[in-house]
């Protein structure tokens, strides 16, 4: 069993090494971030009020009117979290009640990042 991450750390090193045409095993693993979903992009209007109760119109302007008093909060992996992006996870966190952890899950980041958005849109 203890093999299973390195297997995996493996595959992940030869992917990216067949995607970016490096011949050779002498470099070193560099990590790649995927982008984070825009909702208000990626859903449609009902999808966007079921799941964070509010229109898609309602929450930009929530967000441009706590814009200034939301910092640049960075996840674990140090990438910044957009003040929309902070936004929208702390009011989905407020109306549905779920855990931190499954929004994280549902957004890319990590709880503890949930619980510093939930913090700072809270105080905003």
Known sequence: ????????????????IDAQ??????RGRRRVVTDRMNPFTAMSDAEFFDRFRLKKASMSDLTEEIRDQLPAANDLRGCPVPPYLQTLIAIRCMTT????????????????????????????
């Open 97 to 124: 009640g779920d855990h931190q952890r499954t929004l994280g899950d549902c957004h890319d980041v990590s709880q503890m990042t949930v619980s510093e958005c939930l913090k700072i849109v809270s105080r905003a």
């Open 1 to 16: 069993m203890a093999d299973y991450p390195d297997y995996w750390d493996q595959v992940d090193l030869e992917n990216e």
């Open 21 to 26: 045409g490096i011949v050779g095993r002498g």
